[in-house]
């Protein structure tokens, strides 16, 4: 029996190294990425200047702890709202403690600014927010609950882009957040309708009810925009990131306006690692790489490269959906079935919900690699085809 909790259903390859797009076993046998460890190494493995920033702070110091001034922290907070929208930052280690502290901050928001009257979290079916009690609860998707109800009361779900179901679910006046993703990953790549998106910002300004964006997948130039909501022309109230924030050392953030942020006050949340200074150094020089002119314009550019190869040639009972290298492809085959084919001919991909499966290269993939993954991805599904 293996030492190890059975709540992971792997692959039967391990990697040794990596190189931008490229991972290899301990018998230097080539893997092309299209995983990027789930949107997480979006700059490739062993980038430069994150290994050199990892590297050369591990040499001076890991960790010293929130109760001193971390001035990395403090930098790279700078650069993530110079980036986004006027806020302020709170740093976690992942999703779904991003996603946490975003709870936690609607819920004070009801508390303090509406006196307990409002104190309901509505999610989308389908959504997923990660697996700790509150965001599980969240989370309103049968399979991820499963064996562990009863989910936390104060979350009603309501079905993804149902504008009618949205404003009856506001019916009591007692909702404090909506939360939602702009592209339900873990769901299978399911756009949200821009309708929607508008409606449910449009409510919450005239309900002074909180907008989380749940960007902890979309965010990261995956979308080629820095963060997804950019695309849509709107801003939501809280944003939530992880993933590829350091390009795979653990961490997390969430971003809030500052009538919400000024509620975590000391005393109110904490985390021991977040932000530490070797999560801020690998971060920092994440979000400089993402900003310099011309990345994200290429990510776009790459992203319509795959796309417009991937309608050329897959079977027409493919639907491909998705933005930038945020990309989604629903086959008639079992997610599962299709990442396992493709493991075989050495393209790492992931599985998804809705029949579909996830093509994420690193965002700095060269358009050789680019081409040459779809290329595998296409002959895979047309020999499961056979
Ligand atoms: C991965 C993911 C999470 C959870 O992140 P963890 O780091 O696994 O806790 C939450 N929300 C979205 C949209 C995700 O893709």
């Known amino acids: 029996m293996s030492s190890l909790m059975g709540n992971y259903g792997r692959f039967k390859v391990s990697f040794a190294y990596g190189n931008g797009a490229k991972l290899y076993t301990e018998n230097n046998e ?31 110091v890991i960790h010293t702890s929130n109760l001193y001034e971390i001035p990395l922290q403090e930098e790279l907070a700078d650069l993530i709202i110079k980036n986004s929208f006027k806020g302020q930052v709170f740093f976690c280690n992942s999703g779904a403690e991003s996603n946490e502290a975003a709870i936690k901050l609607a819920r004070l928001y009801g508390n303090t600014v509406h006196h307990g009257k409002k104190y309901k979290i509505i999610s989308m079916y389908n959504s997923f927010h990660g697996r700790t009690y509150a965001t599980m609860g969240a989370t309103a998707q049968e399979k991820i ?53 508008k409606e449910v910002r449009r409510v919450c300004d005239e309900h002074d009810i909180l907008m989380i964006l749940d960007e902890v997948q979309t965010g990261y130039g995956r979308t080629g925009f820095l963060f997804g909501y950019q695309l849509f022309g709107i801003e939501p109230d809280i944003m939530t990131l992880s993933k590829s924030i350091a390009n795979g050392l653990p961490m997390g953030a ?25 999560a801020s150094a690998a971060a920092c020089a994440v979000i400089k790489e993402m900003t310099k002119e011309g990345f994200l314009q290429s990510v ?17 009972e493919c639907t491909i959906k998705g933005a930038g290298l945020l990309r989604g492809v629903k086959t008639p085959y ?30 700095n993939i060269s358009n050789d690699d680019l081409l040459k993954g779809a290329e595998i991805f296409v002959t895979t599904i047309k020999e499961l085809g056979k």
């Open 334 to 363: 079992q997610p599962k079935d299709v990442a396992e084919a493709c493991l075989k001919n050495h393209l790492l991909i992931v599985p998804a919900g809705n029949n579909s499966v996830r093509l994420y290269p690193p965002l």
């Open 145 to 197: 609950q499963k064996g562990f109800t009863p989910m936390p009361a104060y979350n009603q779900y309501i079905p993804f882009n149902n504008i009618d179901a949205l404003h009856q679910a506001l019916a009591l006046n007692d909702v404090c957040a909506i939360m939602l993703e702009l592209f339900q990953g873990e769901g299978g790549v399911m756009p949200i309708d821009v309708e929607f998106l």
């Open 254 to 278: 969430v971003v809030a306006k500052e009538k919400v942020s000024s509620l975590f006050t000391p005393g109110t949340h904490g985390s021991t690692f977040g932000g530490n200074p070797l």
């Open 30 to 60: 080539e893997y092309l990425d299209f995983a990027s460890g789930i949107s997480v190494t979006n700059l490739g493995h062993n980038f430069k200047p994150v290994t050199d920033a990892v590297s050369s702070q591990a040499a001076k």
């Open 300 to 316: 776009k550019e790459k992203g319509n490269i795959l796309k417009e190869y991937l309608e050329k040639n897959l079977p027409k």
